[in-house]
């Protein structure tokens, strides 16, 4: 069962900016989708981006133009780079892997964005 870590999470100001990162226990980028999930208090967990298994890209559009959804494959990481944070952005961020075998989540990184 692969394993997923993310870190990159914390408080930031309005407008500012953060790198998420999702390590792997093993390779498997070219196995199945993968991207980052959000889930705000109250509110259900939603897709933030991510990459097909064919590699196409999806951002919701709330965050269109600002977050940036990369991936390292020789390093197994994920990445999110978001930028012009607001506070709607506020939420647990979650890497996930889906694949035929089901999906994989990590535990999850905070996001705080307040003045």
């Known amino acids: 069962q692969v394993q997923l870590v993310e870190s990159g999470g914390g408080l930031v100001q309005p407008g500012g900016s953060l790198r998420l990162s999702c390590a792997a226990s093993r390779d498997i980028f070219a196995f199945g989708a993968m991207g980052w999930y959000r889930q705000a208090p109250g509110k259900e967990r939603e897709l933030v981006a991510r990459?097909?298994?064919?590699?196409?890209?999806t951002y919701a559009d709330s965050v269109k133009g600002r977050f940036t959804i990369s991936r390292d494959k020789a390093r197994k990481t994920l990445f999110l780079q978001m930028n012009s944070l607001k506070p709607e952005d506020t939420a647990v961020y979650y890497c996930n892997h889906s694949s035929n075998w089901g999906p994989v989540w990590g535990r999850g990184t905070q996001v705080t964005v307040r003045s």
């Open positions: 990459f097909a298994r064919d590699g196409i890209v």
